[in-house]
Structure formats: C-alpha cells, structure tokens
C-alpha cells in the first residue's frame, strides 16, 4: 500500500543541507557515444510518458527535471496529474505526491477510482489497488504550509533513500513564500532545479495561473502567478485548462461537437524536447478519467 511519510515519523535533517554538486569540465569529444545515441538509439526519445498514446511520440518527462504544471483555480491541475502519476506507476516507476491541500487518503481514493474505471471501486479492487501501488507510490502527509527547506529536505530524501523517480508538489503556494516575494520564489525554484539535476528525480510542481477576464480562453506561461523567472527556470511547463464554456453550453442543453474536447493540456515549453502544442483531453465523470477522444468510455487504468 502507499507509505505515508511525516516529518514524526522520519527525520529529515540530514537532508536539510544542500549537497555539494562535482561539476566537471570535459572536453566535448568525450560525448561522442552520448551524442550517438541521442540519434541512433533511440535516445532523442526517452522518459516517462503520460497516459494517453497520442502524447508518447511527442512530451516525455526524463530525469534531472522540472516540470511546471500551470492553470486557474479548479481547473482540474491535480486531478490530470492523479492521471498522470497512476501512469508512472503503470510503467512501474516511482512517484511520491506531496499535497499540502488534500489529505492523502482523499487523493488516493481518486487515483483508485481513476484506475478503477468506476464510480464505486469494490472493497477487494482497493485492496489490490494498494497492494499493486505498494514500494511504487508515497505520499507526504502534511497539510498546510511546509517551509521550502523542508520540502527540499523531503525531496532530497525521497530520492536518496527511496528511490523515487517522480516527485509532485501541489501546490507552490503551500511552500512557505509569500506571493509577492518573486527572490524567495525564484531561490526555491532554482533550489528545485539543482536537486532534480544532482539527483536524477523528476519534480512536478504546480503553481496557479492569474485570474483572466474570464476562463473562455486558455491561459498561457506568461499567466503564471509570481515572478517571471519560475517558467523561465524549469524545463517544462504544462497548462491544464477546462473547457468551461462547453459545460456551460452542455447545462443550458446545447450540444457540442465531439471533437470540442472538455479539457486541454498545453505544453508551452520542453526544453529537452521538439514538441509544443494543445493535447486535447474528454472527461469521464463517473470514473475521473481522462480520456484521449470523444468516443472512448471509461477503462481499467491499472491492472491488479
């Protein structure tokens, strides 16, 4: 089952100190093999994917970095990255999920429904839920504000001792820096960046977007809320935006086509990547799925 971790229960001062880093400097020509296999063996393509077919050939999340995952206020961010990490444990790669917003057994009963496929997962299905996800998935038990030596510490250690190839952060907001203090933001960040590249992690962090006009148009990386630097200083930013003017359409008994998707995921940088561009996603209530098309029903996400 998932482990919980607490500051109670393990002691995260040895990693409350930031590791000295060996950067060394070589001559290029001892890439030649590296730089080969970008091109010639499949290297130029690597990384954990997201659950949708359609995204593999085109964003991949490879180690060392920092993704950024942008959007408004109830627009679905920490319910696509459920998704998400339940895809990372599909591929049985490790993931730990600090939500300082939601308790551990809330987000964990939305992944089993997601995997589940179904409003009501059967007590044996969770059961074998949690076994299958046992040593693949962690959460940070702590709600509220975390101070960012801490939540470094937490990462730090998570990678150290367990493992983990993937770590979320929901939300920045939770991390103990004030909106408006753009230094402290943009130190943690940077802090975030180094840990992700000293120890091979992959860091999710999400962060909110500014209130628009109104929330019929996506926003964009130029919308996240606080100092300008945080996209600039991550590898990837992802925007989740809902397509909340199809759902006002759909309550007031209009009908849209089936190629307007309920929600998008924007990828607006990747840095190690060739690909930008809008990935079209459909809801599925009764199972929070999200699904790839229009056409496709709910399915069991995880095999147990």
């Known amino acids: 089952m ?33 730089v080969i296999a970008y091109y010639h063996a499949g290297n130029a393509l690597q990384g954990a994917k ?16 920092v993704t950024l995952w942008a959007g408004m206020n109830g627009h679905g961010k920490s319910l696509v990255l459920g998704q998400v990490v339940l895809g990372f444990a599909a591929e049985k790669q490790r993931a730990c999920i600090a939500s300082m917003e939601m308790k551990p057994a809330i987000s964990l009963a939305r992944i089993c429904r997601q995997a589940h496929g179904a409003t009501l997962p059967d007590t044996e299905y969770i059961r074998s839920f949690h076994a299958a996800t046992d040593g693949l998935l962690w959460l940070y038990d702590q709600q509220g504000t975390v101070r960012p030596e801490m939540m470094l510490a937490v990462v730090r250690y998570c990678a150290d001792r367990l493992r ?13 820096i004030d909106e408006d203090n753009f230094n402290g933001q943009k130190r943690f960040v940077d802090a975030l960046t180094a840990v992700a590249r000293d ?35 991550v590898d ?36 190690n990547g060739e690909w930008e561009g809008r ?11 999200f699904a790839e098309d229009g056409v496709s029903g709910p399915s069991r996400l995880l095999k147990v």
């Open 279 to 289: 990935i079209g996603l459909w809801f599925i209530p009764s199972a929070m799925q």
């Open 2 to 34: 998932a482990q919980m971790l607490t500051a109670d229960a393990v002691d995260f001062s040895a990693y409350l100190e930031e590791t000295d880093a060996a950067h060394k400097v070589v001559r290029a020509s001892s890439f030649v093999d590296d």
């Open 164 to 176: 983990v190839d993937h770590f979320v952060i929901d939300s920045l907001m939770k991390c103990g």
């Open 236 to 271: 990837n930013v992802m925007t989740v935006w809902r397509n909340k003017r199809k759902e006002s359409d759909q309550q007031a008994g209009i009908t849209k086509s089936a190629t307007d998707p309920d929600a998008m995921i924007i990828c607006d940088k990747q840095r």
């Open 50 to 65: 997201m659950p949708w077919p359609k995204t593999h050939a085109n964003v991949r999340f490879r180690s060392g970095e």
């Open 199 to 233: 120890t091979g992690i992959h860091i999710h962090l999400v962060a909110h977007s500014r209130k628009k006009a109104d929330e019929h148009s996506p926003p964009g990386k130029m919308d996240v809320k606080g100092t300008g630097t945080i996209t600039d200083q």
